[in-house]
């Protein structure tokens, strides 16, 4: 199976991803993770990027399609991904090169949150550097900001403050939001409301997906 996981940032696509990954046996492919990994890492490709992401702004389209073609060309059979595409144009690049390798998107799970939820959510979380899981610093009234996973200080993404989460919201809604429309039109589309807590978002989509490889 490839699905793609669309919503507005702080939707809670990676916190769905990780737990998808394991129960379906898919690749999660994060194009923000990779960004981050390769930003950290001060590669050249991390060195274009930087900048784009500190200010919320979309990375050029051809940095992030050379990025993502090589992990879909001959790799894994089954692609979760996570933060790709972002406009139609990689949308469209998207079915062209799963076309060109005989595969296609079988789904699109689009986790709607509403704006003023997605705000506070971003303002207030906070990651573990070492395992990527996220937590709200509202849950840590009285306690070390750790992970309580794998004990690692936890700290806010750089992306995480005012101004970028205003400019990555505005990015949304002009480039990434089109994408419902082109999905829908296409009849893989199933939106999943990403209110509730993510165990119980998670049962739906498992829920979901299960009807889907019933069917397939
Ligand atoms: P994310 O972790 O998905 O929120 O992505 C963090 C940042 O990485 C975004 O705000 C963009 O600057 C950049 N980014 C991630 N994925 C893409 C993409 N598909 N196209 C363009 N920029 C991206």
Redesign the pocket.
């Known amino acids: 199976m490839i699905i793609v996981l669309l919503g507005p940032?702080g939707a809670g696509?990676?916190t769905q991803a990780k737990k998808i990954e394991g129960e379906f046996g898919l690749t999660h492919v994060?194009?923000?993770?990779l960004?981050?990994e390769a930003v950290r890492r001060e590669t050249s490709l991390g060195k274009q990027?930087q900048d784009?992401?500190l200010?919320?702004?979309?990375?050029?389209?051809r940095?992030?399609l050379d990025l993502?073609k090589n992990k879909i060309r001959g790799g894994a059979s089954g692609f979760l991904l996570?933060?790709?595409?972002?406009?139609i144009i990689?949308a469209e690049e998207l079915d062209e090169l799963l076309e060109a390798e005989n595969k296609k998107l079988d789904l699109v799970i689009n986790l709607e949150v509403n704006h003023n939820e997605v705000i506070d959510r971003l303002n207030g979380r906070v990651i573990c550097p070492e395992c990527g899981k996220t937590y709200n610093v509202d849950h840590f009234v009285d306690e070390p900001l750790v992970c309580k996973d794998c004990g690692s200080r936890l700290s806010q993404?750089s992306?995480d403050n005012p101004d970028?989460i205003e400019e990555?919201l505005k990015?949304y809604l002009r480039h990434t939001l089109p994408l419902i429309d082109y999905y829908k039109e296409k009849g893989i589309l199933l939106s999943v409301s990403g209110e509730r807590s993510p165990q119980e978002v998670f049962h739906r989509i498992v829920d979901l997906l299960q009807r889907v490889e019933d069917v397939h």
């Open positions: 940032p696509k990676g994060a194009t923000g993770d960004l981050r990027a784009f992401m200010r919320g702004r979309l990375v050029p389209d940095i992030i993502i996570d933060g790709f595409p972002r406009n990689q993404r992306d970028a990555r990015v």
